[in-house]
């Protein structure tokens, strides 16, 4: 009998370069030859460039109306408008969230993604709702989809009553692998309210139940810069290096020269990485700096045709091909950092081992069309096989198994 199962995907391109040769995953992993003894399952290649499977390090799938009844948003200016606005959105919707949840996610697989960080609401107005909808979503796609999911208390923790002790709830749930922050200076930096400061809290809750810590920081200028730098010291009294990161920090675009190579010294120096979701030219983070000085740096789709946008489609192909557009990515070199940010970049910042299409990798990886890499990101042609642990799992628009 055999004493494995390998699979051998004929004749692919790995990342556009080159002749076409074989991929071999065994045992979730790609290798350099098929075992003596193995059977054998082909997946022909048909000559389409083999890229690795893309990960989304900040989505929102709890917010999601993807899929739903289109539903007309009011203007909002401001956090707090931001806020009530997902609450009217989440009492309006009909489909359950981890049925929602579900399907965006699974239209994520089918586009290439393999791993996401899901950001979910922990507040009074929907209790623990979204943990337990993610948890859901996330049992669904197990074989598909690594979800990590961020308790994240998008309504503040000391300006709204009760919102700190779900935070905790959720730390201790043992359904989460993160805990999350918002603005500590400003949306949150009110006076009153219940418990310690929220930095307080959140980095107290990370330690005791050993949770990675991911913070919104969208406050610019010294709003944003004094919390970040507090951030960096109570990850390193912490002992935290590696497992706190800062999502937006919007302040950080706007530093130059020594200003930037400082911070992003502090920030590598401590272990703390960063996300963005290319919003716009003037909010996306340097990456290519903040990289070169050692700080990693994720990419994400962020929220998803919520109740802050009607945009969105849990495509990270495309996400990498706005982070071009919003950074003029010019020159082959470009477009191909771009995409790194989505794979390599988002990967290191999740924990997870970088999918290489070396031998030792992991076999997740998709098949496309296309002449090259940089074309793929301006072309974004259709995702035609994706493949998860070795397995043939999605193809775009539905899952296969």
Not at 201 to 224: I, N, S
Request: hydrophobic share 45%; proline share 6%; glycine share 12%.
């Amino acid at each position: 009998m055999p004493t494995s199962t390998a699979t051998v995907f004929r004749d692919v391109r790995p990342f556009g370069e080159g002749g076409p040769v074989d991929l071999v995953a065994v045992g979730g992993v790609l290798t350099d030859r098929v075992p003596a003894g193995a059977a054998v399952e082909y997946v022909e290649g048909g000559g389409r460039i083999a890229l690795p499977g893309l990960v989304d390090a900040h989505i929102h799938p709890d917010k999601t109306a993807w899929g739903e009844p289109w539903y007309s948003r009011r203007p909002a200016a401001g956090l707090p408008e931001y806020v009530k606005g997902d609450v009217e959105l989440h009492d309006w919707q009909r489909t359950s969230l981890a049925d929602r949840a579900t399907r965006l996610l699974a239209n994520a697989v089918a586009r290439g993604t393999r791993a996401v960080r899901a950001h979910v609401d922990v507040a009074p107005a929907y209790g623990l709702e979204a943990v337990t909808g993610l948890a859901e979503a996330r049992e669904r796609l197990r074989s598909a989809l690594d979800v990590q999911i961020v308790a994240f208390p998008q309504h503040g923790v000391r300006r709204e009553p009760g919102a700190g002790a779900l935070l905790a709830e959720a730390a201790a749930s043992g359904l989460v692998d993160a805990v999350g922050g918002l603005d500590p200076a400003g949306f949150d930096g009110v006076d009153g309210g219940e418990g310690p400061a929220q930095l307080d809290q959140v980095f107290a809750l990370a330690e005791r139940h050993g949770l990675p810590v991911d913070v919104h920081l969208h406050d610019r200028g010294e709003r944003g810069l004094a919390p970040l730098r507090d951030i960096a010291a109570r990850t390193k009294a912490a002992g935290l290096q590696g497992r706190v990161v800062v999502s937006h920090a919007f302040c950080v675009p706007e530093l130059t020269g020594r200003a930037l190579e400082e911070l992003a010294e502090l920030l590598s120096g401590a272990g703390v990485g960063l996300t963005t979701v290319a919003p716009s030219a003037h909010q996306v983070l340097p990456f290519r700096r903040l990289q070169a000085a050692g700080v990693r740096v994720g990419l994400g789709s962020d929220g998803v045709r919520d109740s802050w946008s009607p945009f969105g489609n849990a495509d990270m192909l495309h996400r990498a091909h706005l982070l071009g557009w919003t950074t003029d990515a010019r020159t082959d070199r470009d477009l191909t950092e771009c995409f790194d940010l989505a794979a390599t970049g988002g990967a290191e910042l999740l924990g997870l081992p970088a999918a290489t299409l070396a031998p030792g990798s992991p076999a997740d990886f998709f098949l496309v069309e296309g002449e090259c890499l940089p074309q793929v990101v301006v072309d974004l042609p259709a995702r035609d096989l994706v493949v998860k642990g070795g397995q043939v799992g999605a193809r775009e628009g539905r899952i296969t198994g």
